[in-house]
């Protein structure tokens, strides 16, 4: 590929004065240092990595409760992390903007442990203010009221419930251990522990095994009479270290649908939730209401650091990704001997910032072309101009001066703008 935005500015040459400085003072601003006096924002993600379960569609690194894990030993390395991270790094007085608790499944601890990890996150960061969104992961097993109370009480104020499908033959194909009974329970009970005060989501998954165009409706229709704040779309994809995947594409035990058909599932939903009046704020998040969005994924999707504490968590920080190790007694043993548990990391160049900055950015619907051009310099059109015409005359965006919006099309086919121009400019190298 070549760019066509260089023009020579080549002149006579000839001894110039030293010139000190870049660029000139005349363009210097007030306004800078005051922005460089204020602590920039992070968010914070804690990792529980143990289950009740292995999910046959899982490929996270999970620890199934029936393996008799050493949950105390893991929460008290979680907590001396959280310590000597908001140290090394200088984090504690950096304003936080959400907490999230993912996995895994956060709510299989026992309220102890909550309750722990929450006070090193008090004792160590400026925790909490009521805009602060605490958003924890759940699965319908580990619901009940009591442990629902204790996470009101710690100041969770976003609830995000792993439900999958409301099919009972299909959730028992997917290899979970609830039905949907007990989805519909969880539901329950997580609205009357919240009583308003905070908002749910649920995840369903499109493309699991088993599934119809008539169960999906159904699950759809099922996920809507909650009433719950926020639906979740996933696409289930058959990872090589899935039983979905040795089973169904390697063994040809189970049948999962067809891409088309998975594509024609997500159309349904999409028509379906925004009859209902959910709008999406993400290619496959749709609530309504505002406050039902996550802030953590919302911030850390637009470039915001963020930490994350535990077994094989990752952060952004400044212009690095920083990885823990994966490995679980590593992870605890090194923790007892006071070093970090991080494993690896990659340090970003121009060009990787702007790649991620649009590959994350396109994930939220709206790419603010006046921000980029702010923050670099440079219109993103110069450098992928052809690419966005394609993808314009495809029917996936509408580009102005000021924005990419994706269209319901670009909404339909996921992450493929966000690739498609990522792919474009990592050309230019
Ligand atoms: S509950 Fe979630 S994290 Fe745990 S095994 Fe199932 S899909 Fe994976």
Known sequence: ??????????????????????????????????????????CLYIHIPFCTQRCAFCYYKTVDLKERPEIPGYVDALCQEIKMVAEKFNLSKRPIKAVYFGGGTPTVLEENHLVQIVSALRENFHLFDQRIQFSVEAEPLSVSPSKMNVLREIGVNRLSLGIQSFNNEIIKLSGRGHDEKQAYRAIDVAQKAGNGQWAINIDLLSGLAGETTETWKESLECALKTGVESITVYKMEAFANTE??????????????????????????????????????????????????????????????????????????????????????????????????????????????????????????????????????????????????????????????????????GILYGDYVGETLAASLKNIS
């Open 244 to 409: 979905v995947f040795q089973q169904g594409v390697r063994e040809d035990i189970i049948e999962l649908p067809s891409e088309e058909l998975e594509m024609h599932f997500m159309e349904l939903a999409m028509e379906r939730l925004e009859r209902a009046d959910y709008q999406p704020w993400s290619h496959f998040t749709y609530t309504n209401k505002a406050s039902a969005r996550s802030e953590y994924i919302f911030n850390s999707w637009q470039g915001m650091d963020f930490y994350g504490f535990g077994v094989s968590a990752f952060g952004y920080l400044g212009d690095s990704l920083l990885q823990n190790t994966s490995d679980m007694e590593k992870y605890t043993s090194l923790m007892t001997t006071g070093e970090l548990p991080l494993a690896r990391g990659y340090q970003f160049t121009s060009l990787d910032r702007i790649v991620r900055e649009v590959l994350l950015g396109m994930k939220l619907l709206r790419f603010d072309l006046v921000r980029f051009q702010q923050r670099h310099g440079f219109k993103l059109q110069f450098l992928c101009g052809a690419t966005l015409n394609q993808l314009e005359s495809g029917g996936f965006i509408k580009v102005s001066n000021t924005e990419i919006e994706l269209t319901s099309k």
């Open 1 to 42: 590929m070549t760019l066509t935005v260089e023009r020579s500015e080549i002149q006579t040459p000839k001894r110039l004065p030293l010139n000190p400085n870049y660029p000139p003072f005349r363009q210097w601003k007030r306004g800078v240092v005051n922005e460089k006096l204020q602590e920039d924002p992070l």
